[in-house]
């Protein structure tokens, strides 16, 4: 069974530009995640995504969006990229979500993405 | 909100030592806490999830165990080997699907 796919590995971009990152879920995962792990700053929540709605959101702004496909899949969109927001952007997936879940999230490789 | 510690930042033992890693969060309205490795670079391996009503979990070498009044957790690797290298993530779930990771022990195991 294929794991969580995240596209690209790896991104290079210039202050104010925009990026789209890509992450394909375990095979019948309804929930995504998104993390950022920056330098020094250690793993952050970013996103969560279930059934195509936007569920909760950690404490990034506005320009950090994404959306989920009817087929579960994910986008993280950056806009107007800062220098800061050179990071490892993990995406993770679950079989469900909430309270009651008994199941981990998995997670895929990262996206690297460096801000000149 | 939601903090997790883990001690110690790094560890240089020699192979096939137990060691212990540590990790506590201050809110103890937790629905669970999982162990993670990270190898340089890579993505993050799940190792252990320990709900909030369970005391312990293991899996071949590791023991993770999870006290929720005090806040604390701790990673037990017997006989440890220089494949166990890399760097050991904490983390615990509250609400909204959200998981707060610590900073990790950074774990080298020499020959």
């Known amino acids: 069974e294929a794991g969580v796919t995240q596209s690209p590995t790896h991104l290079i971009k210039t202050r104010g530009q925009q990026v789209t990152l890509r992450c394909s879920p375990i095979?019948?995962?309804?929930?995504v995640y998104w993390y950022q792990q920056a330098l020094g700053l250690g793993l952050q929540f970013l996103l969560w995504?279930?059934?195509?709605?936007?569920?909760n959101r950690g404490n990034f702004p506005p320009r950090f969006s994404g959306r989920q496909f009817p087929n579960y899949s994910s986008e993280l969109n950056v806009n107007a990229l800062e220098l800061e927001d050179s990071a490892l952007y993990l995406c993770?997936?679950?079989?469900?979500?909430?309270?009651?879940?008994?199941?981990?999230?998995?997670f895929g490789p990262g996206t690297r993405l460096t801000v000149l | 909100k939601q903090e997790v510690t883990q001690i110690p930042a790094a560890l240089s033992v020699p192979e096939g030592e137990n060691l212990v890693l540590n990790c506590s969060f201050t809110?103890?309205?937790?629905?669970?806490l999982q162990w993670f490795r990270q190898d340089p670079g890579k993505g993050l391996t799940s190792l252990l999830l320990?709900?909030?009503?369970?005391r312990e979990q293991t899996s071949g070498r590791l023991n993770a165990s999870l006290d929720k009044s005090s806040g604390r957790s701790t990673l037990y690797i017997a006989a440890s080997q220089p494949g166990d290298s890399a760097t050991y993530l904490c983390?615990?779930?509250?609400?909204?699907?959200?998981?707060?990771f610590g900073e990790g022990t950074q774990l080298t195991v020499n020959p």
């Open positions: 809110d103890s309205a937790i629905y669970n």
């Open positions: 995504y279930d059934e195509g709605e936007e569920r």
């Open positions: 983390a615990v779930e509250t609400s909204g699907s959200r998981l707060t």
């Open positions: 095979s019948g995962h309804t929930s």
């Open positions: 993770a997936s679950s079989l469900e979500a909430g309270a009651t879940s008994t199941d981990t999230q998995y």
């Open positions: 320990i709900q909030s009503s369970q």
